[in-house]
């Protein structure tokens, strides 16, 4: 059983987005669990999140992505806008601690011009003391498209962010397939490939989940513009292959297409249709 889904507003709270999910023949969903720009997330309500519970057992519902707040950055040359990020983090760690199983997807973030290594250095610091030995939650660098100065551009640097942390056993990547491809990585023509490299550098027992997305722009474009299924450079028959990689066929796939709920629907029947197992 392929498990898809895709990213969903939280905004009507857990138990909704649980149905709406299910409403579009998903079995997981992403949400970002508070806005996107940062803010103050909003209190817990347990009531809505038991309701949740009890509709993922009652649907094989068996893994949530939360994801981070575009803005934060572990790796910014001023400390005050880490220490912020850091805040953020961990506030979001505390709360989704109390949500059934879930991963959190965070892009590892911009070194502004300090350097990658130095980036690496920050971004590895703070999750040394980020990550508690009795969290629930594993955590989840994304691969990056290289933009400006974004960390994550390649499988090396991801390696070099985990080898830095000594507890990471909660430590994964979620490998996004639009960041990959404009990253450099030809996921269209080498596959095979490319998924071998990731386990050489980084292990494929790190990778956890994959962003299923199309990319407006080219190889090695570093734009990260997402484009719906098999309307961008990547094309249909490369994303019907990622699904169906023996490596990667059994992780939770999540479509960030520009879509609304009804486009997300229209693309989980397409997919779950070319899904081969
Ligand atoms: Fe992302
Ligand atoms: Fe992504
Ligand atoms: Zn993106």
Do not use: W
């Amino acid at each position: 059983m392929l498990t898809i889904g895709s990213h969903l507003s939280i905004n009507k709270g857990f138990e909704h987005i649980g149905m709406e999910a299910i409403s579009i023949d998903a079995n997981t969903f992403q949400f970002f669990p508070r806005s996107p720009r940062g803010g103050k997330a909003k209190e817990l309500d347990m009531d809505d999140i038991n309701a949740l519970k009890e509709l993922m057992n009652n649907n094989s519902m068996n893994i949530i992505l939360a994801h981070a707040p575009y803005i934060i950055n572990l790796a910014s040359k001023s400390e005050k806008t880490r220490a912020n990020a850091y805040e953020i983090f961990e506030d979001d760690l505390r709360r989704l601690d109390v949500l059934p199983n879930n991963m959190y997807n965070f892009h590892p973030g911009s070194h502004v011009g300090q350097g990658v290594e130095k980036g690496i250095e920050l971004i590895a610091d703070s999750l040394n003391s980020l990550i508690r030995s009795d969290m629930k939650t594993t955590i989840l660098l994304e691969t990056m498209a290289g933009k400006g100065t974004e960390i994550g551009r390649t499988f090396e640097e991801l390696r070099s962010i985990i080898d830095k942390v000594e507890d990471n056993d909660k430590l994964g990547v979620c490998l996004d397939t639009c960041h990959v491809y404009d990253a450099g990585y030809d996921i269209k023509n080498n596959l095979y490939e490319v998924i071998d490299e990731f386990d050489d550098v980084i292990g494929l027992n790190r990778l956890k989940a994959i962003h299923l997305n199309d990319s407006k722009n080219g190889l090695n474009s570093h734009k990260d513009r997402h484009e719906c299924i098999g309307e961008g450079e990547l094309g249909l028959d490369a994303i019907v292959d990622i699904i169906n990689h023996p490596d990667l066929k059994d992780l939770p796939f999540f479509l960030e297409t520009p879509n609304d709920v009804e486009g997300y629907k229209k693309e989980i029947a397409i997919l779950r249709n070319y899904y081969e197992y």
